[in-house]
Nanobody
């Protein structure tokens, strides 16, 4: 019943910005921790950012990416600035069943979206 739909990806150039959105359906996630992960071709899925009782970011995106949420719209966002070619990946939204507690571990998340492609050219 729970579904997550990511949107906002696309093809951009180095230094550009994108804003990804994740719109869950089937229930509300006002108290759940939510995260963004990404996976590049030939690489494992890696943590990007999470929000719950605070926020957390991977070192590779800290200072450039911002995770936020709009509880009224039941939507989580990932604002990505100063994009680099190394940011190229499929970005996935994920939700934890547990409330509030942040996690950077993929196995701690219970629901996943289909992903949205972000490609950054040099």
């Amino acid at each position: 019943q729970v579904q997550l739909v990511e949107s906002g990806g696309g093809l951009v150039q180095t230094g550009d910005s994108l804003r990804l959105s994740c719109a869950p359906s089937g229930r509300t996630f006002r108290r759940n921790a939510m995260g963004w992960f990404r996976q590049a071709p030939g690489k494992e899925r890696e943590f990007v950012a999470a929000t719950g009782a605070g926020t957390n970011y991977a070192d590779s995106v800290k200072g450039r990416f911002t995770i936020s949420r709009d509880n009224a719209k039941n939507t989580v966002y990932l604002q990505m600035n100063s994009l680099k070619p190394e940011d190229t990946a499929v970005y996935y939204c994920a939700v934890r069943s547990a409330y509030y507690t942040l996690s950077s571990e993929r196995e701690e998340y219970d629901y996943w979206g289909q992903g949205t492609q972000v490609t950054v050219s040099s």
